[in-house]
């Protein structure tokens, strides 16, 4: 790799003056790789990797009695974990719970919320993640509605972003509406929208509000009670570097605490009397309610010591840094890799930014490719990103800088046209 015309002594400057520099050695990247893809699938720390062990070995040890009688009893580990998960979304500790998946949760609390709304469409937009479309369509056909008619899809005008005003367009432009979901961050842009403008607007005309988080919690502090947001969801694995799969959190105001889960269990029900089994299902007074099945353990244990890392950073130093890392990436993009043909296709406020930036190339697909063969761990994001997180608690500014180094040298050295764009999955 050879050096950009920036100077990297810059870059090892700003990262001994980093006060959370020191969190990297509790994480495993492995060896030679600069992983910039940490808004997919978090690493692992020491934390997480204890915390799985202490659960594997009650459960060795203790068998069944883990239930009530592990360091953190098993029984009420859900609870337990969204107490912990509460101060990242701005919640009180009832509000949040973790269960399920991500996108099982956009099936209840969609579910749910459709049910006690007073309209029947639902307005996403055309950025979404597709998965929060797959589900939320699937819950109006459960309604006997059609998708095609009441999901309200709010368009882009620069097919990177979705303005805020679009949104409240559509509220009053559909006297139907009952909900409004959009994410906090737009997976491929990165643009962080405005929850606070959606969720006014939203209860001024009567809607409810819900947002999914995955690309935002962990890295961006948020304040769902105070603004009163009605439901959330989110991964573990992405920022909260909670594993593979691991369990989803979900945060439900406390004023719909009593509502009828869409996908009502047992896992939801009263804790006091769920071991009475009756048949009749009386619903947790907490967010607690919108569990399904029982508590998958070791898809949670990981997330116990992970949020102990992100505790310990402290979530506004978090994002202190994230915008840092990412202000130095769009400026090195600026002055070294436009004339590369790279773009910067995230808004470039603070305010309007998550934690991963959009590099944009016509090439997109094939330089992530070559960037991954040289240990440049990121990802393609069709039609034309290369996306680029450098995550805050393991990423050094160094890196940042020999990353960008790294897509200046694939283009420059015409590298990347040995790889077919075609069917990776990632
Ligand atoms: C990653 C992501 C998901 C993933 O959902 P899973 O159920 O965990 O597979 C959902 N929505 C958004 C916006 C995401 O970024």
Known sequence: MDELDADPAVAERRDEADPIAGFAERFHVPDEQIYMDGNSLGPLSDDAERTL??????????GIEGWTEGEQPWFHYGEHLGDRLAPLVGAREDEVVVANSTTVNVHTLVGTFLDAADGDAVIVNELDFPTDHYAIRAQLRQCDLDPDEKLVVV?????RTIAAEDVVAAMDERDDAGVVFMPSVLYRSGQLLDVERITRAAHDRGLLAGFDLAHSVGVVPHDLSAVGVDFATWCSYKYLNAGPGAIAGLYVNERHFGETPALAGWWGHEKETQFDLNMT???????????????????????????????????????EKSLELTDYLIELVDDELAAYGYGVGTPREHDRRGGHVALEHDDAERISLALRDRGVVV?????????VCPSPLYTSFRDVYDAAAHCRDVVETGEYEAYDAGDDVT
Not at 298 to 310: F, T
């Open 53 to 62: 062990d202490r659960v594997v070995d009650e459960w060795r040890e203790r």
């Open 155 to 159: 368009e882009s005008r620069d097919g």
């Open 281 to 319: 299902y009386t619903p947790a007074d907490s967010a607690g309610a919108w569990q399904t099945g029982t508590v998958p353990m070791l898809s949670a244990a990981p997330l116990e010591g992970s949020l102990d890392v992100i505790h310990d950073a402290g979530i506004d130093a978090v994002r």
């Open 379 to 387: 990802d393609y994001r069709p039609p034309n990103v290369v996306r």
